[in-house]
C-alpha cells in the first residue's frame, strides 16, 4: 500500500477529504519524527512502538574488494510491533 492509497482509505473511512487525511497522516508521521529525533520512543497501544537504537562502530568489508573498512557508530529507528497487530498478521 502507497501512502496515497493509505490517504484515500483514510479519507474514506473517516468520511473527509482526501486533502484533510493527508494533513492528518503527514502530522501523525512529523510527530513520530520529531520525537525519535529528540529520542524518545512513540507507543501506540496494540500496534507497535517506534524507538531509536544506537549501533556501535564496527568493521565491514567492502564486497567488490574484500577490503576491511570502519563502518561508523549510528541511530537507527527500529519499530516492534504490538501484540494486537502480531495477532492480526499472524
Do not use: C, H
Amino acid at each position: 500500500m502507497t501512502k496515497a492509497e493509505l490517504v484515500a482509505k483514510m479519507a474514506k473511512d473517516a468520511k473527509i477529504s482526501k486533502a484533510a487525511a493527508g494533513k492528518a497522516l503527514n502530522g501523525a508521521i512529523e510527530g513520530i519524527t520529531k520525537a525519535l529525533k529528540k529520542g524518545d520512543s512513540v507507543t501506540l497501544v496494540g500496534f507497535g512502538t517506534f524507538s531509536i537504537s544506537k549501533r556501535k562502530a564496527r568493521k565491514g568489508r567492502n564486497p567488490q574488494t574484500g577490503k576491511e573498512i570502519k563502518i561508523a557508530a549510528r541511530k537507527v529507528a527500529k519499530f516492534k510491533a504490538g501484540s494486537e497487530l502480531r495477532k492480526t498478521v499472524k
